[in-house]
């Protein structure tokens, strides 16, 4: 479960949206043996290997997560519409995430002011994550993916992953099926059909236990589970896909001062959103014998008062920020008995726009621009036995501000988590490898290996910490029942 | 001679009972499921059948039966009496081949009579299209075996069941323009008893890879 964008704006004063962004997207993974219970069918009819979907996969979530062949308890009127279907099954299911971490140097030891020491390196999390899922159909064109998490650093139980949807299809007068349907969902891009876009894609597990770099684009997680958004969607024969839709914020764990309740959000809430914030998206796949390809665009504009937090309020009211994210995706797939391969990636460029920012000092530039990029390849022997290997990259404009020298922690500057220049790059591969003795058991090994953290390779945070320092092992038991 | 268990001294005579045998109990059957021949399903089943077929079973096989992906049979034009036999086999979960067991054991769990006899209609309906020709060599040495069979093995002549045409009949499916892959991974199966159908076992039992391999070619690519 991510950390919300309030949470980090509190430890970056001023603006944070930026600097929350890859901390928010701390990775959010799923496999769903309740849909498997559901449809009778083995994980492989989805899954190339869980979370990565196949064709099947994606119609299945563009239908609703409906499909169901399980006996049912149903109601009927005289005219045989359907007043109840409930699957016999629960669609019930569990997820738990075990991992080690092992960071290449260790990190200042903050707890005691003024004594140089380091953090003990080697970080244990059991469980990192356990989640409870309700998953499938709720009624005959209405189903559910529902994610309840508790997660180590939080310590609590809280909203995850979220997507309802209502679908349905029809017969075009040709013949060739056009499904339609609406998600309410907590995450931007949670919704979509691909793994290329930033909820499903690639690193699909990582560590909570590490240095992450200062920026990420706002669509790349920066909102997850800390938003409502209500899409509308097309798929037109299984291929051509187009959506929109808009944003709103929805807080978790946000009080009003007045109410004493949830709301109305008021100047002690960060990075409230203006109004409803654009979604939208076009994809076209295309699939022959065992291949798979896609290719899409997808995009978003938030507009954000910066808010404050309790005892650092400030109104909802005067200037913006706004950010403007547009991305491109590509995925291939072949899928066999025997061999299973992936090359997908995404290009997400954010346009920033930062008049309430740069009015409070919080940027030192009013406009900025960040782009992403990660491209990954993983393949599978038999389901077994496989491994990806990702490049990512994150560049825009420095702004010594946005992604300031020193941050103030514990009476002092640790350095680590700043930027000593200014500049948001950061660029790296993952390399893993994963074996599952069976479908829904996954044991993964995983490298981080950063050229370049926060705008260096060397000496990044101005006090001798180099972008390779940051390196990671992360492993990883990984089930789901 | 590879069947050790064969009590004949002579191969050729050998393959020659077998063959016979194997014939004759394809006979059988074959009436025993002429008998249980399914109902004419009415228009509302039809057009509920019409729309799972496109909606539901089309992601997998194609809305018209013609599927793309080699892992999933074409069932444009199949016969109904063995679409319907093999939607039963999957509920009942008789059929065990692997892909039977990880896709249809689930798709067929709750079809109804009906909704399958529409089903089979549908499919039976659709125009088949034939597949790609691979290795000219192959195919030619497919339709060899499948005309003739390999009498030295006591391998039948596949076109006495499936017709010269490999259109089968009411019974027996349809084979033309079959995905290679497909016909290679059920032939394995009958030869595994993984998909048990006793007629089958006795077919496959005896062809080598290759053999299977060019009978599988030759079916691709017929009309």
Redesign the interface.
Known sequence: MGRTIGEVSRNFSALGVLAAALLAAAPEAEAVPSFARQ????C??CHTVYPELT??GR?FKA?GYI??????VRDVTGKKEELLSLAQTVPLSIMAQVSYTQMKTSVPDLSAAGAPGVAQNGTAGFPQQLSLFYAGKIAPNFGAFFQLTYANDSGTIGIDNTDLRFAD?T?LSN???L?YGISLNNNPTVQDLWNTTPAWGFPFAASNAVVSPLAGTAIDGAFAQDVAGLTGYLFW??SLYAEVGAYRSAKQGVTSELTGGAGPLDGSASNVMSGLAPYWRVAYEY????HSIEAGLYGAEFRLYPGGAPGAEAPLTGPLNRFNDVAEDVQYQYV??EHQVTVAGTHIHESMTLDASFASGGSANPKNNLSTTRVWATYYYRRKIGGTVGYFSTTGSADTALYPATVSLAGGNPGVVVSANGSPDTKGWIAEVNYLPWLNVKISAQYTAYNKFNGAGSNYDGLGRNASDNNTWYLLLWFAY | MRNSEMKVDHPVTAGLVKTVLILLGATVLGSAGAAARAEEPDAATKMHA??VA???C???HG??GNS????FPRLAGQNANYLAAQLKAFRSQSRGDPDA???M??????LDDDTIAALAAYYAAQKPESGPHADQAAITRGREIYDHGITAEGVPACSSCHGADAHGTQDYPRLAGQHEQYVLKQLGSFQSNMRNVAIMHGVALNLRSPEMQSVAAYLQSQP
């Open positions: 449809t009778g069918m083995a492989e009819a064709h099947f119609v239908n499909l169901s062949n399980v006996k049912q299809t017969l013949n060739s099926p499904t024969n299984e699939n022959w014998a065992q066999g008995d | 019409q729309k496109v909606t539901v089309g992601t997998c809305p018209q793309t992906q080699p892992k067991i990880g896709y054991w689930g798709m067929a769990a709750e």
